[in-house]
Nanobody
């Protein structure tokens, strides 16, 4: 059974950092396109950062470039989102996701990924 479980969310002050984790089971992350998404209250879900394993490309939303870093540990079958210099506008529920087809090529984050975690709340506030 495929499962994605996020952790690491919480309350942080502006300018602070958090690292989100997403543990996968039922499939190997390193062969699948993966990504992080977020949804703020009253807003649509949006892509934050994604990796396309077939061509090695990594994508970031303009709003997080230079502040967030996506990575994965294949041995732990876990993906991460390191978030630095957090702003109040980063407040949202963050979700990890993956494409079911191995080695699929993606040209950016898209909402049609097949597997989704349950989400973890990130609140940036003083």
């Amino acid at each position: 059974q495929v499962q994605l479980v996020e952790s690491g969310g919480g309350l942080v002050q502006p300018g602070g950092s958090l690292r989100l984790s997403c543990a996968a089971s039922g499939f190997a992350l390193d062969y699948h396109a993966i990504g992080w998404f977020r949804q703020a209250p009253g807003k649509e879900r949006e892509g934050v950062s994604c990796i396309s394993p077939s061509d090695g490309n990594t994508y970031y939303a303009d709003s997080v470039k230079g502040r967030f870093t996506i990575s994965r540990d294949n041995a732990k079958n876990t993906m991460y989102l390191q978030m630095n210099s957090l702003k109040s506008e980063d407040t949202a529920v963050y979700y990890c996701a993956a494409v079911a087809t191995p080695m699929a090529t993606i040209r950016g984050c898209y909402l049609g990924m097949d597997y989704w975690g349950q989400g973890t709340q990130v609140t940036v506030s003083s």
